[in-house]
């Protein structure tokens, strides 16, 4: 038995499923998780110290490379004063300013531990800004796990939500309203029946949980103009995309504007935060300040505003996101060559430094149901046979690729020749 598996065994004894998170517990391709225990640059090595090239960078903040020198160096400083003090530091300041000036559309910004937070805070404050109760969030993009967020579109789909979770009270889901992601026709539709009631939207501007799919021309700017006519606060969800698609997120990329982000991964530069933000009226409704309750006992920790702060600015330097999308570029390209030439249907996506892999026909990806007919059996084998040849990905057919700028011409080659095998492997059959 590998260690792995054994590790796997014993953490089935005390913890759900032996993992902190469902995604880890390999369901999603079969076999037994991989247990790491260190990482370096653009690799992962586990427990039976097999070193892989990794494509899952901790699900995207690792954008540095794991174990960046100067943000461990930032973080042992920090160390020297203590972990935690539960009062205000100067370097949360600092860490504020940093993010209003790389994403203009924040000004001002309220710290939180995960992504999960950050969503659901801003929800909160949404509604409580609006007055309104009902939400649109978009099937197949996901938010964290909060309570109304955890909902899918019921058969009357432009007015009920559903729980797509146990425990999630029918009452909280029916003012979660879900639409197909893309089709800017259904949000008007919605709007112009119930935009009343409507608090916000919440999008991911790529979504990055069905796989990858960029948004449509035009979805992202016709979500803002239909908010605008019916005063509905404009959220973007760039947990995944801030500070990776380009500097300042999809929103720079697209040159779409939003009332309201959130942002995590990046942000904390590997530590757990995340944060929300943006219109100075919107926030102003935020406690103290304001009547909308919100607090975190880790809120702006130390030690992650260190490794946060650290990566931001290191990623901040010309040329950074271009070369980060570059290497995806080559990547994809090279994966497509291989895949034609084993003549496996097989197709990408990508914006800046994240992808998306599809076992498809299909030459545009741009839906939920386009993700859902791709050959998923077929992914689970290229899946095992890349972790075979020494290359890690997301172990889900569901989840967005990350590449860092530790990703070199060596990690290009070995992922090509990995490929290369398991394409051929692939049509053996
Ligand atoms: N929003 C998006 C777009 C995400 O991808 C995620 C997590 N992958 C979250 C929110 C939730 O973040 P966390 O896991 O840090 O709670």
Redesign the pocket.
Known sequence: MSRSEILFNNAQKHIPGGVNSPVRAFRGVGGTPLFFKHAEGAYVIDEDDKRYVDYVGS??PMILGHAHPQVLDAVRRQLEHGLSYGAPTAMETEMAELVCALVPSMEMVRMVS????A?MSAIRLARGYTGRDSIIKFEG?????SDSLLVKAGSGALTQGVPSSAGVPADFAKHTLTLPYNDIAAVEQTLGEVGQNVACIIV?PVA??MNCVPPAPGFLEGLRALCDRHGVVLIF?E??TGFRVALGGAQAHYGVTPDLS?F??IVGGGMPV?CFGGKRAIMECIAPLGPVYQAGTLSGNPLAMAAGLTTLKLISRDGFHAELADYTTRMLAGLRERAAAAGIPFATTQVGGMFGLYFTDKAEITSFADVMACDAERFKRFFHLMLDGGVYLAPSAFEAGFTSIAHGATELALTLDAAERAFAALRQG
Not at 114 to 117: A, H, I, K, L
Not at 141 to 145: R, S, V
């Open positions: 699900w995207g995960s992504g999960t937070e969503t993009c996901y938010h964290g796990h991911e990055g949980n969800d947990v995944m959130t995590g991964k995340g």
